[in-house]
């Protein structure tokens, strides 16, 4: 069940880079509502901007246009340290490449953003979390002694660990064969639903979309279609 107030809300937002060509313009307009509680899939070609989206609503790329409102925030009026601390409470982001740290352990890599949030029970709810995506085993294994969909449930452990209002999850499957990535995905989806967290990942797979109870299509910077199953 969602609520009125949109956790995301993204009003003519536009994202203009510098390349050797010189401007490129990479979002061109873009509006969009997400209410809390929705699952959102993102779509579309190779550089339709779906990455980017991605980024400027984790504030990891600042919009050179338009307005960014995320979980009450608006991130075009903060500085880059208050960026991290909203991003740090409101948001879990999941990659592709699932950038744990190397010489840490999975229950280290897990901890990490609550000991920067200050969290005291860094470590306990780090152990919780693992032993909740099955990795109760694996506390003391570095990220070499994992196989990818071990890997990929840390790092969705580490995106979930502090309870983030909006789950961000780019490609999460991509690096995964089939049945692992089935593994991970029905993880991910059962994680936000007990979470009653927000979802919005972006995948070229179909059948992930179809999970999603909303698909927004993206060509050129644009969003060219959007369509919620209620609708369909």
């Known amino acids: 069940m969602t609520s009125q107030r949109p956790i995301v809300a993204l009003e ?20 969009l509502d997400i209410p809390s509680g929705q699952s959102v899939a993102i779509v579309g070609p190779s550089g339709s901007g779906k990455t980017s989206l991605l980024m400027v609503i984790a504030g990891l790329e600042r919009a050179s246009a338009g ?16 960026l991290a601390v909203a991003r740090g409470h409101e948001i879990g982001i ?9 010489t840490m352990t999975a229950l280290e890599n897990v901890a990490l953003p609550l000991e920067f949030a200050g969290r005291a029970d860094a470590f306990e709810v ?22 990818g969909g071990e890997q990929q449930r840390v790092a969705l452990a580490r995106a979930l660990a ?21 593994q991970v995905v029905e993880l991910l989806f ?43």
Do not use: W, Y
Not at 126 to 147: C, I, K, M, N
Not at 169 to 174: C, I, N, Q, V, Y
């Open 162 to 182: 502090p309870r983030p209002k909006l789950i961000l999850a780019d490609e999460p499957t991509g690096n995964l064969d089939g049945k692992t990535g089935q």
């Open 12 to 31: 003519s937002v536009r994202l203009t880079l510098s390349s050797r060509a010189g401007a490129v313009e990479i979002l061109k307009g873009v509006s």
């Open 67 to 82: 307005r960014v409102m995320v979980a009450g925030h608006d991130f075009g009026a903060l500085d880059e340290d208050a």
């Open 94 to 102: 999941v990659f592709q490449s699932f950038h744990l740290v190397p």
């Open 190 to 232: 059962g994680l936000q639903k007990r979470r009653q967290a927000t979802l919005v990942l972006i995948t070229h797979d179909e059948r992930l979309a179809a999970l999603c109870e909303r698909t927004i299509h993206m060509a050129d910077g644009l969003l060219v279609r959007d369509r919620s199953k209620a609708a369909a």
């Open 126 to 147: 780090a152990a919780d979390v693992l032993r909740e995506v099955g990795l109760g085993h694996r506390l003391d294994h570095v990220p070499a002694q994992l196989s």
